[in-house]
C-alpha cells in the first residue's frame, strides 16, 4: 500500500512561492502512475493543480498553469509543487495524491492521498 | 463555481437510502468519461469511495454504489449509518480543461 506525506513551510507571505514535497513509500515513484497535487481552502472544495509523470512530463490545471511548477526526483522518491506570486487566496490545505488505473489514462482516479499540509498566505 | 454541480447537503435517517447527483457536460461524463466519488471525513484527506462509475474498491461496504447515465452521475448509500456523515465528491475528467475536474461537494448529514 503506498503512502504519500506531505512537508513544507505552513506559512508564506503574499507575493513569495509555495513550495511543498510529497515523499512516497510503500512504492516507487517510477511506476506507471501520475502524481498530482489537490488543494482545498479552507470550508471548500477540492481543485485539482496538476499533475507529473515518472519521466517528468507535466499537466497543469489552466487557472494555475502561469504559477505552478510541477517536478519530481526519483532518487529520493518525491515529487514538489512551487506556486509563485500566492495571494491570500492560495490559501489551503495542500494534498499529494496518486493518479492510478490501467488503460485510457481518462479513466484514471485518485486513489491514494496524503494527509494534507495546510499552507496559509499572511503576512 | 464547479464544472460537475452537486447538491450543497443532502440528509437522511439511519436506515434510510440516499442519493447524490452529479451533473456536468458533453466535455466530460457525457463524453463517456468515468466518474469517481470520494468520501471525506471531517478533518481527514479524501478517500476513494468509487471509481470507474460503479465499482468499489476492497474495504468499501457494499451499502455505497453508483451509476450514470448520460451527462450525471449519482452515488447512492442505503442503510445508512452515522459513520457515513462526511462530504462526497464526485471527479471526472474534462476535455474543454484538458484535465480532471471535481464537484463542488456534497455535505450529508445523518439525522
Known amino acids: 500500500q503506498v503512502q504519500l506525506q506531505e512537508s513544507g513551510p505552513g506559512l508564506v507571505r503574499p507575493s513569495g512561492t509555495l513550495s511543498l514535497t510529497c515523499t512516497v513509500s510503500?512504492?516507487?515513484?517510477?511506476?506507471?502512475?501520475?502524481w498530482s497535487w489537490v488543494r482545498q481552502p479552507p470550508g471548500k472544495g477540492l481543485e485539482w493543480i496538476g499533475e507529473?509523470?515518472?519521466?517528468?512530463?507535466?499537466n497543469y490545471n489552466p487557472s494555475l498553469k502561469s504559477r505552478v511548477t510541477i517536478s519530481i526526483d526519483t532518487s529520493k522518491n518525491q515529487f514538489s509543487l512551487k506556486l509563485s506570486s500566492v495571494t491570500a487566496a492560495d490559501t489551503a490545505v495542500y494534498y499529494c495524491?496518486?493518479?492510478?488505473?490501467?488503460?485510457?489514462?481518462?479513466?484514471?482516479?485518485?486513489?491514494?492521498w496524503g494527509q494534507g499540509a495546510l499552507v496559509t498566505v499572511s503576512s | 463555481q464547479s464544472v460537475l454541480t452537486q447538491p450543497p447537503s443532502v440528509s437522511g435517517a439511519p436506515g434510510q437510502r440516499v442519493t447524490i447527483s452529479c451533473t456536468g457536460s458533453n466535455y466530460n461524463i457525457g463524453a463517456g468519461y468515468d466518474v469517481h466519488w470520494y468520501q471525506q471525513l471531517p478533518g481527514t484527506a479524501p478517500k476513494l469511495l468509487i471509481y470507474g462509475n460503479s465499482n468499489r474498491p476492497s474495504g468499501v461496504p457494499d451499502r455505497f454504489s453508483g451509476s450514470k447515465s448520460g451527462t450525471s452521475a449519482s452515488l447512492a448509500i442505503t442503510g445508512l449509518q452515522a459513520e457515513d456523515e462526511a462530504d462526497y465528491y464526485c471527479q471526472s475528467y474534462d476535455s474543454s480543461l484538458s484535465g480532471w475536474i471535481f464537484g463542488g461537494g456534497t455535505k450529508l448529514t445523518v439525522l
Open positions: 507529473i509523470y515518472r519521466r517528468g512530463t507535466t
Open positions: 510503500g512504492g516507487s515513484i517510477s511506476s506507471t502512475n501520475w
Open positions: 495524491a496518486r493518479l492510478y488505473g490501467s488503460g485510457d489514462y481518462n479513466k484514471k482516479r485518485f486513489d491514494s
